[in-house]
């Protein structure tokens, strides 16, 4: 199960980064520790500035988990989403749906890789146990991954095929991570509180994911 942990492994190097970011220099471990003794973290990180200097930092620049994090805290942010463990929680999901196929894998070790949402529904309808709450789980990630970083694909399949249009997949991953709320794993994993939240707020998630993708595009270009 994907648990949000991208605040949580921030590095030395980010956090350096950060503090050069405001005070203009490379700060020696002791003047980092000193610094964040002195200063809030969260406000930081929570600074619309923060993202804008992330962007703009050279190669290798930030960690997966700092990137993600400032980016989809601050777009929720600007939907009056202050929920920073469900921020959390999605700046994760971007950071492991990255590597290799997970995004097509309810787990990172599964015999079965889906392409679309209804082959996920499929295994839904026949798993059981904590397995199907990790499919349950999958189908709120995989919906808002794909509407939310790729909406590009999804109006060109309309336009060649007719395909499901964004307010399909807002229906389809609410779903998931609603059942997956109900389901008496979640409640013992601490997942049950924020896989309900994804669930309300669910096209506002989506929105905020296609703004990040937008200006991952922009920072790539």
């Known amino acids: 199960m994907i648990q949000p942990d991208a605040r949580s492994r921030l590095t030395a190097t980010d956090l350096a980064l950060v503090c050069e970011g405001l005070t203009g220099r490379r700060p020696s471990e002791t003047d980092l520790d000193l610094w964040l003794l002195d200063i809030d973290l969260d406000q930081v990180l929570d600074a619309p500035e923060t993202a804008a200097r992330l962007r703009r930092c050279p190669m290798p620049g930030p960690s997966l988990s700092l990137l993600f994090y400032v980016l989809v805290r601050g777009a929720l942010l600007r939907r009056d989403l202050a929920d920073r463990p469900l921020a959390d929680y999605c700046a994760t999901m971007l950071r492991e749906f990255g590597a290799g196929d997970r995004a097509h894998r309810v787990a990172p070790v599964d015999d079965h890789r889906h392409l679309y949402l209804v082959d996920i529904l499929q295994d839904a309808a026949t798993a059981e146990g904590d397995r199907r709450l990790q499919v349950l ?20 399949r309309q336009r060649r095929a007719g395909g499901p249009d964004l307010g399909y997949y807002d229906a389809m991953g609410s779903q998931g991570f609603a059942e997956a709320a109900e389901h008496r794993t979640a409640a013992r994993l601490g997942l049950d509180g924020l896989y309900r939240s994804a669930s309300l707020a669910y096209p506002l998630l989506r929105e905020a994911f296609n703004e ?6 922009l920072r790539a270009a």
């Open 137 to 156: 789980a999958h189908l709120g990630n995989y919906a808002l991954w794909f509407a939310g970083m790729f909406p590009d694909r999804i109006a060109s």
């Open 212 to 217: 990040v993708s937008g200006s991952l595009r």
